[in-house]
DNA sequence: TTGTACGCGTTATCAG
DNA sequence: CTGATAACGCGTACAA
């Protein structure tokens, strides 16, 4: 491996100093077009470019983003990434990934990391809303001490730092709605948990609506599972097989589309007919919604839209003193055929069902 | 924002030289345990970490690798990147993520990137193969000179340096072995380009295989495409309706599960029933392969293997002098319900068909 | 217009 | 065992 050619190197063949040499790089208008063109002959020569260590150092500063997230390789995570990348790209700024994996917890090492790193700022997407409040707040009063903090959060939690929330209510709302209008009584939550300390909050969001509208809560129509598609086929089958056939529910609102291809196939293996027999919502409109069969009617939370927010409140907090507030996108419903919407209004299981 | 807290402040808070302190951080032996224990608390208490910028600029290394590819948000490229960043993380280094997006080519923007920021090593997957050969060989040059690089490229592509080559020949003849097997004589190939110019040849491995089998190549069997799901529709649907029915064939292979996606969306859209009416062969593996309807048999190049691979190398040619070398990593059919397989041999097509 | 000299935060070398 | 001090590569006052 070859030394990496120095400013020295450049300025000494190009017999001027070091100082005409950044003049020549930075193009600074007060070098004389013939030591310009003599210098950048150098430069060309030797494809030199400043360390970008050594401008770190000098400056005091990264001109890099960190993304903290759980894991790229899911659907919504990279999607949310990809954003934020080149957001940060389109205003001169690199971002550096880090994945803390199953780890839900915000880790210490990622904290001193961060540090070492010194980051020009930092967003935190996803689960590290499971760690301990108390631990939690330090460590993001800890690095907001050196650099702007954005997280994309549950709507209720309340931060010391950029909040770009998730739109909680409507992610809850617009599905059972939509089933609601479409004659849907008996409505079930399949993924994640019911419990309010589940990351996303989704499962408890989701019972609120039902009271609002009067439905039933049968503690039957929601079984705790995970957030892939193999939960969605277990939990499914788990729910159905306690119950007798006329108190199954009609649609069921699924955690995100993972779990809604899960519970998809294993209703069909069972011999269902979708959207005919169950109405499925699911979560994320992912990429692959308008390819199942039947076509997934799905919630889209816009990650994107988050991700670019954060980006772009994270640059500006850097310039100005850090300050901390909160903003929501509204999440919307995209309607496909898995609940029949195409096939208009019907009644599912009005007949068995004991009006209230 | 806070002024970083630096060696020398905790030099004199805890009244000894910076040497001392690098040494109680770097867990030197040669100190004196009360020393080190007065140190190590002004340490904690102001939490310093080392600035990273600082000691690459000493050391002359970043102690991180670069992976270079179009997007991560591709379901392909985000497996082989987590896989690059565990390998790297596992051997105390960190992973820069660069994206080109559908900048095929490998730019000059991108190689100075590289070089400033020193990284260790780089390692390219996609896409850059579309480069003129001559720009490219001399990007790679450039590149080799300072840090070692590694690709992961088709197997017929000779580069000076870490080659790991997704296995050409097994992806296009296991395929087309398996439904030949099956009893399927016309077999069509969707998505990408049959072109020899096709970033990863897939196509062209396809008529080799067909060739060698004496499989017919009708040039209606192939319609250039994209390498998503709407290139998937809008291909199946511009091939079968130029072709008497009695000339369809029997099977598709599809460039990648994306492409399937779509191709298996329009093919019910039309009315066929699947496997029945046509057999279809993915690759890729992707997660949602047996969650499609019904779930799709699939061509699996572990991306994964041989992003550690290329991970692994690339730390080893750090130490040592660089080496340039190639190595495969064998493809692997993943059989599911796509093709009938189970339910067992049967003769497709062969009555139309005239032996030749 | 150009050059000198210093600081940025660490580590390594060499004395003590 | 500990402390000076010289790099590391660059930008930037300040001076010429």
Redesign the pocket.
């Known amino acids: 491996m070859d ?2 050619v ?3 190197d450049i300025a000494r063949e190009a ?9 020549v ?2 193009k600074d ?4 077009e ?3 063109q003599k210098v950048q002959r150098v430069i060309d020569a030797h494809a ?4 970008v ?3 770190n ?4 500063r990264s001109r890099a983003l960190a993304v903290v997230l759980p894991v790229v390789s899911n659907l919504y995570f990279n999607r949310l990434f990809d954003a934020a990348y080149w957001e940060a790209e389109k205003n001169g700024c690199s971002v550096r990934l880090f994945q803390t994996r199953e780890n839900q917890a915000i880790s210490p090492e990622v904290v001193s990391e961060l540090l070492r790193c010194r980051m020009d700022g930092v967003l935190f997407a996803g689960s590290i809303w499971s760690t301990d409040r108390g631990d939690l707040n330090a460590a993001l009063e800890k690095l907001g001490k050196y650099m702007p903090v954005a997280t994309i959060c549950p709507a209720d939690v309340e931060l010391d730092c950029i909040c770009i929330q998730s739109d909680l209510i409507n992610c809850a709302r617009l599905p059972v709605r939509h089933l609601h209008t479409l004659g849907h009584r008996r409505i079930a939550f399949l993924g994640g948990s019911m419990h309010s300390k589940d990351v996303s909050r989704r499962g408890t969001g989701f019972l609120d609506q039902l009271r609002r509208l009067d439905l039933p809560d049968d503690p039957a129509y929601h079984v705790d599972a995970g957030y892939d598609m193999e939960s969605g086929e277990r939990a499914v089958l788990r729910m159905l097989s306690g119950l007798d056939r006329a108190r199954w529910p009609s649609a069921i609102v699924t955690f995100n589309d993972l779990v809604a291809l899960g519970v998809m196939k294993q209703l069909k293996k069972m011999g269902l007919s979708l959207p005919r027999d169950m109405a499925i919502i699911g979560c994320d409109n992912q990429f692959f919604c308008a390819y199942t069969d039947p076509a997934l009617t799905s919630v889209d939370l816009h990650p994107e839209e988050m991700a670019q927010s954060a980006v772009r409140e994270l640059l500006l907090a850097r310039e100005s003193s850090a300050r901390s507030f909160a903003m929501v996108r509204d999440a919307t419903l995209v309607i496909r055929e898995s609940c029949g919407a195409h096939l208009g209004r019907r009644g599912f299981g009005q007949t068995e069902e004991s009006r209230t």
């Open positions: 030394r990496k120095t400013i020295y017999g001027v100093s070091t100082a005409t040499v950044t003049r790089v930075r208008p007060h070098v004389s013939k030591t310009r030199y470019t400043p360390s260590s050594a401008q150092l000098e400056g005091g």
